[in-house]
């Protein structure tokens, strides 16, 4: 490539961040299915799931949108879509149309002529390209509608504008033994992209750093007309997955301005916080304990943050109540996150994370464990690493996370010894007695 005039580098230079932050489309790829969370994913997308107490994994980028100064942004919906779509409906509709602000929900609607559902993340973008043109954008910001991280996306642009880059693909800083399980970038001590490998058994390294890599977080920036010429391509080729990190961007390096930009450029860090912070709760066991972190003093994650909100919708419900104080039978909580319309009434909660309209009956202990909404824990019942599904009714003097063998029998126990609940699993054990 040849260099860049001089006019064009000045320009990139002083850059009008608020123009470029309107003229830039987001798109939220949000259609997963989230096998790895097992049943959790039986009736619903995996950024449906429910996180932190009061959120779910879909608020995160769509708040991390709306923080940066993004307010244009569609969501690609496919898989069991219904939770998600009536979540954003009710949640994130508070943008003005006449100022072209938005939060759309895109379904897969088989716009193609072999009329075909998303094949692959870049499939899911080639399908809408006719919206996503008639919006007109002069960038495309492609995020993962299913991770757990605050980034301010406006720095990002800016490094993808002042770069005069075709393509920014946003990486994350990760131990070279690790990376092997990530979509891996080689990049030179500029940034530039020399080589993109999926899960390679030998990861390269950032350049002065022998024990670190570059893993993709697959957030890409995309030239608009640039996106478009790149998606048609794909299209064309049968052997493709049409998917960005397998075949897009493998392709681009070498032809074209393929930047990294580091996560640590961009991420947003609290005061007192130990660095950035991005999960892939893609796994039970990654799921517990990103959720458990948050009952640490200090956590990982900081959602206190004034100054990085994160919006969501949730239900109205009264204040958390914790009643009983006599003896053995009091309603207690300790190291944990208890929401709203919750009731300890009489039992013992130890590092844990409550949702919304959660009942703790007497002498009740829930120790390392996550609760998700609507959950009756009946009395003198114990859990211990558990996470209970929405609309769990625990019977009386249940005990689970204490005999392996049992609860790998009745319920689903994960590698990492995490034992998964659901009211369909609960159903059956009657019939078992």
């Given amino acids: ?12 230079e002083n850059i009008d961040l608020n123009r470029a932050l309107k003229r830039t489309l987001a798109l939220v790829l949000a259609g997963g299915r989230g096998s790895r969370l097992m049943q959790l994913t039986e009736s619903q997308s995996k950024p449906a799931v429910p996180f932190a107490g009061k ?6 980028p769509l708040s991390n949108c709306i923080n940066s100064g993004i307010r244009r942004v569609g969501v690609a919906t496919q898989y069991k879509a219904h939770t998600l779509i009536q979540h954003i409906q009710s949640g994130w509709g508070f ?11 895109w379904p897969a609607q088989q716009q193609t002529d072999d009329e075909s559902w998303y094949s692959g993340t870049a499939d899911a973008v080639y399908q809408n390209i006719n919206i996503i043109k008639g919006h007109a954008p002069e960038y495309v910001l492609i995020l993962a509608g299913d991770h757990v991280y605050k980034q301010d996306y406006s720095r990002l642009i800016t490094h993808h504008i002042k770069s005069g880059a075709d393509v920014t ?3 994350i800083e990760v131990p070279r033994t690790d990376a092997t399980g990530f979509g891996v970038v080689d990049a030179d001590a500029e940034g530039n992209i020399l080589g993109f490998l999926e899960k390679p058994d030998d990861p390269p390294c950032i350049p002065g750093r022998p024990d670190t890599s570059f893993a993709s977080m697959g957030i890409y920036v995309f030239n608009a007309d640039f996106l478009y010429e790149q998606l048609l391509r794909d299209q064309q080729l049968d052997g493709s997955t049409h998917d960005f990190g397998k075949d897009i961007i493998p392709y681009l390096v070498g032809r074209c301005k393929l930047m990294a930009h580091r996560f640590s450029d961009s991420c947003v860090i609290s005061e007192g916080q130990s660095g950035a912070y991005w999960r892939d709760v893609g796994t039970l066991d990654a799921y517990w304990e ?4 948050l009952t640490h003093v200090t956590p990982a994650l900081d959602l206190y943050d004034s100054d990085w909100p994160i919006w969501t919708y949730q239900v109205q419900r009264p204040a958390a109540k914790f009643v009983f104080d006599e003896g053995d039978r009091r309603g207690t909580a300790i190291d944990s996150l208890v ?11 130890r590092r844990s994370l409550l949702f919304s309209n959660v009942r703790v009956n007497s002498y009740a202990e829930v120790v390392d464990s996550v609760i998700l909404p609507d959950c009756n824990i009946g009395r003198n019942a114990r859990l211990k690493k558990a996470v209970l599904a929405k609309n769990c009714r625990i019977p009386p003097g249940t005990v689970i996370g204490e005999d392996a063998k049992e609860d790998a029998r009745r319920f689903y126990r994960s590698k ?16 078992e007695q």
């Avoid at 990103?290 to 972190?293: E, V």
């Avoid at 929401?339 to 909660?349: E, I, R």
């Avoid at 990492?416 to 019939?431: D, H, K, S």
């Fill in 95 to 105: 943008f003005r149309a006449e100022l072209h602000e938005f939060v759309e929900v």
């Fill in 1 to 12: 490539m040849g260099e860049k005039p001089k006019e064009a580098t000045m320009e990139r």
């Fill in 416 to 431: 990492g010894g995490v034992t998964l609940v659901t009211p369909a699993m609960l159903a059956r054990l009657p019939q």
């Fill in 169 to 171: 693909v946003s990486c």
């Fill in 290 to 293: 990103a959720n458990l972190d």
């Fill in 339 to 349: 929401s709203a319309g919750c009731v300890v009434s009489g039992g013992l909660v």
């Fill in 55 to 60: 959120f779910r994994i879909i608020d995160f």
